[in-house]
């Protein structure tokens, strides 16, 4: 069946590439050990076989395959598309090679949204300072384990990379990619100090291009996009004033006081800044009467007060114990009209004489839509040789506010928010 470098199978054909009965699969499994295949269905590249690098088995990367049972050493890919198997390993340009550094909560949906959802690009190496439990995570999804994720970083094995560790490490593995020249997705925040932040900056502006993309997703959120549009056309005049709320249903004993403007006000006060494009001038942040839910470490509910530069006031509550839900608010009072930041749609249902709709009760789902466009725009962008979204100099924008922030917190006083003009670099 194997002709010509391309073999174009017929609908409904299941192939397994390992330790099938019949004579096909069995060819087919042996071609496979020799050699690389991109999978295209009309042409598209959508997953690609190889063998691989550690246990020697033909894998099957990429999105389209239905099924893919690793555990059993017979990975297979089954689709009920017309499809070709087009011979040639080098998968630049086609598919991108990621490498994912932390394969703790959000390191692993990020595997399985690339891997499964998103188009053009396959997740084929991870790195995790948990030996064993990384192995199991590379054994699942099929790909290379590394104990060292600068060397993951550094191999051929992988055109891009995501970090996901425990914050304090970001700035490592950043700075790996930075001189890998690779484009590096790292997750929020860049890096806890902003000192931290600055020293990416500068590693980046030396490379001579722009590779770093910060992980702020409600940047995609369709809502926010929507805001994003009225406020950037004056649809309804100039904002003045912005209401925002940030409630989580819960939060551990590790949460801690400063968390709640570093780890999660964080995200407003980036996608503030983003949907009024221009830089705050001060943050103060007071105190309600605390919740029941709270501990000793953890003052909550908090309210951060920030001012731009051009005087729209924004306030910000969080409030991460309220004990039943997820609620992300923003209201933009604007001079000819009030915009209220949409929530995603769930089906009104009439029971028990109550009528509602269910809300969300954690992050992950409540931004699972903003999560996926934000990974599929950093693909598409890393392929091109761009970074379209948040930059690292928008990283360090938002430690230097939610460190003036803090700052503010602890001296209960109003505190300016100083740093030097935006380089050129980054306009
Ligand atoms: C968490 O770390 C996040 O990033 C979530 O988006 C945020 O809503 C939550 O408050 C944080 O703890």
Not at 56 to 70: A, I, K, L, T
Request: with cysteine.
């Amino acid at each position: 069946m194997i002709e010509n470098s391309m073999m174009i199978l017929s609908n409904n054909e299941h192939v397994l590439f390992n330790r099938g009965r019949d004579r096909k699969k069995e060819r087919l499994a042996a071609e496979v050990k020799k050699r690389q295949y991109v999978c295209k269905i009309d042409g598209y590249p959508l997953c690609y076989v190889e063998k691989a690098n550690v246990s020697g088995r033909p894998v099957c990367y990429g999105n389209n395959c239905v099924e893919q049972d690793f555990k059993s050493g017979n990975p297979f890919f089954i689709t009920n598309r017309e499809y070709e198997l087009v011979e040639g390993g080098n998968m630049k340009g086609q598919i991108l090679k990621v490498g994912v550094v932390g394969v703790g909560a959000i390191g692993r949906t990020h595997i399985e949204r690339i891997n499964q959802k998103l188009q053009g690009a396959v997740v084929t190496a991870c790195a995790d300072v948990n030996v064993d439990f990384g192995k199991s995570v590379a054994e699942k999804y099929g790909c290379r384990f590394f104990t060292d994720g600068e060397e993951m970083i550094a191999s051929d094995d992988v055109d891009a990379v995501i970090v996901t560790t425990i914050d304090p490490y970001h700035e490592q593995y950043v700075m790996a990619a930075i001189r890998a020249g690779k484009y590096v997705f790292c997750e929020k925040p860049l890096a806890p100090e902003a000192d931290a932040c600055k020293r990416i900056v500068e590693a980046e502006m030396k490379a001579g291009k722009k590779l770093v993309q910060v992980g702020f997703m409600r940047r995609y959120d369709q809502g926010y996009r929507q805001l994003k549009e009225a406020i950037k056309n004056r649809t309804y005049g100039e904002p003045l004033l912005l209401h925002c709320a940030h409630r989580n249903p819960a939060v551990d004993e590790s949460y801690t006081t400063e968390m709640a403007v570093e780890n999660s006000m964080i995200h407003e006060i980036d996608v503030l800044r983003w949907l009024l494009d221009e830089d705050y001038a001060t943050a103060e942040v007071v105190f309600a009467k605390n919740t029941k839910r709270t501990h000793e470490k953890l003052m909550d509910p908090q309210i951060m007060i920030l001012t731009t530069k051009s005087g729209v006031r924004i306030d910000v509550e969080a409030f991460v114990n309220t004990g039943h839900c997820y609620d992300i608010k923003c209201e933009v009072c604007c001079e000819d009209a009030i915009l209220n930041l949409p929530e995603p749609s769930n089906i009104e249902v009439c029971a028990q004489a109550k009528r509602g709709h269910a809300i969300h009760s954690d992050w992950s789902t409540r931004f699972v839509d903003a999560y996926n466009t934000e990974v599929q725009e950093w693909i598409d962008a890393t392929k091109a040789g761009r970074v379209d979204g948040p930059t690292a100099w928008d990283g360090y924008v938002g430690q230097v506010t939610a460190k003036a922030a803090s700052k503010a917190r602890d001296t209960q006083t109003v505190v300016k928010i100083e740093m030097e003009e935006m380089p050129e670099f980054y306009k």
